[in-house]
């Protein structure tokens, strides 16, 4: 699938990983739908990236929500043909910390923002996507691209909830790939490492340094860039499906 004249919602898209995505898409011909709840970064990268961009307000976790920017998405710009699932947050707090349990309801947070928002959006995107005309000769309608962790197979202490929704993000990959495979959809999923995001611009130098030198080759931070040309490969290559890539200089993450 080429980028060029097709259409693509990006959740998480104002900032990171995801703005990454939505400047590479645009320069590569792509109309993008900008999903976030970011309402300052998402309407400037819209106004600066033009016509081909449009920004919606969406929590991901909102049925309601999702499906009327899904609808105003195919209005701009008729059907849509990728999805990138990059919204998401972090969380740290062990499971017992100075005798009190984790509480409840900041893991039942984590886990419906990023794996159950990440379904929901992904669903009723496959919907739309099996309502349309194949684009080739294969039957293809559409990518679905979800963003995992390497926290997924190698969680830290105190990443227990993130651990948790992203290796459920993994876990649905191969169902789901199997699932629209009928329909002519794709479905993968990157598996991020350590990558330079704002984020990473607050630790103290001593951390930074640390944290690159915990990398095996390069030995730096990965760029945001070079996840977005990863996903760039994956709407690409008709070839890639059921496939779960981790993105990390080949680090493993140690306890803490």
């Not at 919606?56 to 990138?84: L, M, P, Y």
């Not at 194949?134 to 969680?155: K, L």
């Not at 999923?189 to 330079?196: A, E, N, R, S």
């Not at 730096?220 to 890639?240: F, W």
């Amino acid at each position: 699938m080429q980028l060029k004249g097709k259409t693509a919602i990006v959740t998480g898209g104002a900032s990171g990983l995801g703005e990454a995505s939505v400047r590479l898409y645009v320069e590569n011909g792509a109309r993008v739908a900008i999903f976030d709840m970011n309402d300052d970064r998402g309407g400037k990268l819209a106004e600066e990236l033009g016509e081909a961009v449009i920004y919606r307000n969406v929590n991901v976790t909102d049925e309601a929500a999702v499906a009327t920017a899904i609808e105003a998405t195919v209005k701009s710009f008729g059907d849509i043909h990728i999805c990138n699932n990059f919204a998401g947050i972090g969380s740290a707090a062990k499971t017992v910390g100075k005798g009190k349990a984790m509480p409840l309801a900041d893991f039942k947070q984590v886990i419906d923002i990023n794996l159950i928002g990440t379904f929901n959006v992904l669903r009723l995107v496959a919907q739309q996507m099996a309502s349309q005309d194949p684009i080739d000769e294969d039957g293809q309608r559409g990518v679905i691209i979800n963003t995992a962790s390497i926290a997924a197979y190698e969680g830290q202490i105190g990443q227990a909830a993130y651990s948790a929704s992203k290796g459920g993000v993994v876990g649905m990959t191969l169902p789901i790939a199997r699932d629209l495979a009928s329909l002519g959809i794709r479905v993968n999923t990157i598996v991020p490492g350590l990558i330079h995001t704002p984020l990473f611009d607050s630790l103290p130098e001593p951390a930074f340094k640390s944290l690159e030198a915990s990398t095996l080759f390069p030995k730096r931070l990965g760029k945001p860039q070079e996840i977005a040309h990863l996903s760039k490969y994956i709407v690409e290559n008709d070839y890639t499906n059921a496939e779960c890539i981790r993105m990390d200089s080949g680090i493993r993450m140690q306890p803490r």
